[in-house]
């Protein structure tokens, strides 16, 4: 692994984080094998608990494993870095209306409409 090869290298860990999380999607996405995408997520984060992409997807797969609670957390995670960012606040309310939280999910969709600065809608 890159951490052996090169243990004084402070970017080591990110760098495994990153190949971790691209691996990781290539199981969510293209193979829709969730419990390895979880797992790659899972020792992505653990090198780099900073690692953004890697949050989301945590959100994804769980919230495609009807893992909601988990969810939640992870896209709550973001929304505390990317506070201004609507896409974070669209996948949080994804994971509300899955755990079929539509009062959370309503609040979501409000904020997220309020930083693109469009009407919400009702659904």
């Known amino acids: 692994s890159v951490i ?4 004084s290298d402070p970017k080591g860990p990110i760098n495994l984080s990153a190949a971790l ?4 999607k290539y199981y ?4 829709q094998d969730l ?7 899972t020792e992505s984060i653990a090198l780099d608990s900073s690692n953004e992409e890697t949050i ?4 994804t797969v769980n919230a495609k494993r009807a893992n909601y609670t988990e969810s939640i957390k992870w896209f709550k995670r973001l929304t505390t870095i990317r506070p201004n960012d609507p ?3 669209g996948g949080l309310e994804w994971a509300y209306s ?3 939280d539509t009062a959370n999910a309503a609040a ?3 904020k997220a409409a309020q930083l693109t600065q469009q009407p919400t809608e009702t659904k």
Not at 56 to 59: A, I, M, R, S
């Open 108 to 110: 979501c969709r409000q």
């Open 87 to 89: 896409t974070i606040w």
């Open 35 to 41: 419990d390895n995408a979880l797992k790659l997520f």
């Open 4 to 7: 052996n090869i090169a243990p």
């Open 98 to 100: 899955l755990a079929g």
């Open 56 to 59: 989301w997807h945590l959100g």
């Open 21 to 24: 999380g691209g691996k990781g």
């Open 28 to 31: 969510e996405d293209e193979k």
